[in-house]
């Protein structure tokens, strides 16, 4: 098959990533589009007791296995299927699925080191950025880790403060002025979302005529 074309997506934790992927991806046919997350190649880290957990930094890119996501983006790439056990980020509640990642003429690449990793980067052909003020962004990084991950509230808190912050600040916010589109979400309005989406997927129709737009 033909090199997909590939859409990087990263953002400030709290930015609204996850609703903006499923605007996206609602205006495309299920074979016309693809979507790989960094998020499903952490390094495991479940033999660690509840303390460790609470210290350990998953906002660092070492905590990714770099190799294995970049050849799986070249494999897709090539046309082959990709099979990736889904990561629940140490919830026991969770039974993980077994993710069998289509190759497609888009490609999306999401996750909070895409630009900073440059070989990544390099295989991207349009970057998103999506981001929020930083009380914002808490908010819903509270809403979301409470209720959804199981975590607790101090733990939420320490990693916000010494973990997920300074990370954006050192491997993410410098590659905003790069990026091709940036989505400020400081609303939860949906619309706002929405109309980025759906321009964006407009404007894919011109470079590639061999997909349908829902």
Known sequence: MNKPYVIGIAGSSGSGKTFFLRSFLHHFLPEDVTLISQDDYYIPANTKTREENRLYNFDVPTSINREAFYQDIKQLFNGQMVYREEY???????????????????????????????????????????????????????????????????????????????????????????????????????????????????????????????
């Not at 998103?128 to 975590?151: C, K, P």
């Not at 733990?155 to 905003?176: C, Q, R, T």
């Open 88 to 214: 629940t980020f140490n919830n026991p509640e969770i039974k993980p699925k077994m993710l069998a990642i289509k190759p497609a003429p888009i490609l999306i690449v999401e996750g909070l080191f895409i630009f900073h990793y440059e070989e990544v980067n390099e295989l991207l052909d349009f970057r998103i950025f999506l981001d929020a003020e930083e009380s914002v962004a808490l908010e819903r990084r509270l809403r979301r880790d409470l209720i959804e991950r199981g975590y607790d509230h101090d733990d939420v808190m320490y990693k916000w403060i010494n973990h997920v912050v300074p990370s954006y600040k050192e491997f993410l916010a410098p590659y905003k002025p790069i990026c091709d589109l940036v989505i400020i979400n400081n609303t939860d309005d949906p619309k706002i979302i929405d109309d980025a989406a759906n321009k964006i997927s407009m404007d894919l129709r011109e470079k590639k005529s061999d997909i349908t737009i829902i």
